[in-house]
């Protein structure tokens, strides 16, 4: 199932897909290398094959970004490697996207383990800190992944102390974390950009706060990888998940799990997986070495060592291996420079058609939200009937802009919301 971002989130859009694409490989990469220069604001940041012509003009990558043909077309060459039984290296395209997903966050491949999806790589957290059995308290706020209440709300009802902090003008204060953190807690959970507003955090300072308090912070990092600068070493965060199948241009199923090297001491391994060792010798089949166990298995040291399950899709894996190469090429910082006169015009415009924006003016992130009572029963029929796409919620509407868009898209937006 999908990660909704909203109880009532209804994507408006099907996008077409074309047959018979070529995969055309992207040049190398260096390390610190990015894409020159960015697009002019009314242009996209996307080549001619980049992406299918989609059936409306898609404003909603926050729920799910479109695949791009070149990285369809990785994921049909992987395919076709299986229903032909050809060889195809998995662990060379593990290598590569590790490494590119590194690069994204300034992490060590070695400190990434996969994961199924957001949700799971946070639960797994919780799980290696023993909670609740270990007591102590965990701060967190509501601009967070709604879908993560029920996972605080079910750990409150087990014992623990959850402090819940709520935003003053769609932000939350650092000052109100240090406020709420002290010595008994075990944990700070926050989304490093909001699924709400795109609010993004301070995470460094909020780091900062905790460690002085002895507390680990766990950031979920969905809507921050691919769209804006993170450092996850400058930062001092602990831990950080994200899934793939919404900036990162995979699909669903698999995502990267960051664990801070020098915090594994601190965790409690909960789940046993063969892809978590290093060496294996079995003492029980026939010609084996003679031992005292039914095998000698000594587990890796890494994140994978710690977190590593069972077997991962190969498929994603393909198409990320298309994806995060494309976005190194774009980079970042252009990527964040295409976009900002497109929300820079939605702050400017939709406010003068009555919408009350709940995004702070000065977020960097492709996330735009505005809070209008019965959104998604007031605005699905002229948004379906203009052909645009965005994320309707109950009281609430979220544009989400990607590289591949334009300011032509924002104006189209815009002319098909009434006044409200």
């Given at each position: 199932m999908q990660r909704p971002d909203s109880p009532l989130s209804i994507p408006l859009a099907r996008r077409t897909i074309l047959q018979g694409s070529t995969f055309l490989p992207l040049a190398p990469v260096m390390a610190g290398e990015a894409l020159a220069t960015t697009a002019p604001s009314g242009k996209s940041l996307a080549r001619p094959g980049d992406f299918a012509p989609m059936a409306r003009v898609y404003l909603d990558s926050g729920t799910m970004h479109p695949v791009p043909l070149p990285a369809k077309a990785s994921v049909d060459a992987y395919l076709q490697s299986r229903a032909e039984m050809r060889e195809w290296s998995s662990h060379d395209v593990e290598v590569r996207i590790k490494s590119a997903f590194a690069r994204l966050i300034n992490a060590a491949p070695e400190d990434l383990a996969f994961v199924q999806s957001t949700t799971a790589g946070e639960q797994s957290i919780v799980d290696a800190l023993d909670l609740p059995a270990a007591g102590g308290s965990v701060v967190t706020d509501t601009l967070h992944f709604f879908g993560s209440f029920w996972l605080y709300d079910q750990l409150a009802k087990q014992g623990v102390d959850v402090r819940w902090l709520r935003p003053r003008d769609g932000r939350i204060d650092p000052a109100a974390y240090e406020k709420a953190i002290g010595p008994d807690t075990r944990l700070v959970s926050l989304s490093l950009v909001s699924t709400y507003n795109g609010f993004e955090h301070d995470l460094k300072r909020v780091c900062e706060i905790a460690h002085a308090h002895g507390a680990l912070v766990y950031a979920d990092i969905i809507h921050a990888a691919g769209t804006v600068p993170i450092d996850v070493k400058a930062s001092g965060v602990d831990f950080a998940a994200s899934a793939s199948y919404k900036w990162l241009m995979g699909d669903f199923g698999l995502g990267f799990l960051y664990v801070r090297p020098d915090r594994l001491a601190r965790l409690k391994r909960k789940r046993f997986g063969y892809y978590q060792l290093d060496g294996f010798t079995p003492h029980v089949y026939p010609f084996d070495p003679p031992g005292d166990t039914i095998a000698d298995m000594t587990p890796r040291a890494d994140a994978e060592g710690m977190f590593a399950g069972g077997t991962h899709s190969h498929a994603v894996m393909a198409q990320l291996d298309w994806s995060l190469a494309r976005l190194l090429e774009l980079g970042v910082e252009n990527i964040?420079?295409?976009?900002?006169?497109?929300?820079?015009?939605?702050?400017?415009?939709?406010?003068?058609?009555?919408?009350?924006?709940?995004?702070?003016?000065?977020?960097?992130?492709?996330?735009?939200?505005?809070?209008?009572?019965?959104?998604?029963?007031?605005?699905?029929?002229?948004?379906?009937?203009?052909?645009?796409?965005?994320?309707?919620?109950?009281?609430?509407?979220r544009i989400c802009p990607s590289w591949f868009n334009s300011m032509d898209d924002i104006e189209r937006l815009i002319d098909a919301l009434p006044t409200a």
């Open positions: 964040m420079a295409h976009r900002q006169p497109m929300l820079r015009r939605l702050h400017e415009a939709l406010p003068a058609k009555g919408y009350e924006v709940v995004t702070p003016q000065d977020c960097r992130s492709p996330l735009f939200t505005c809070a209008f009572l019965d959104a998604h029963k007031r605005l699905s029929e002229p948004l379906s009937r203009a052909g645009v796409a965005v994320t309707l919620s109950r009281n609430r509407f």
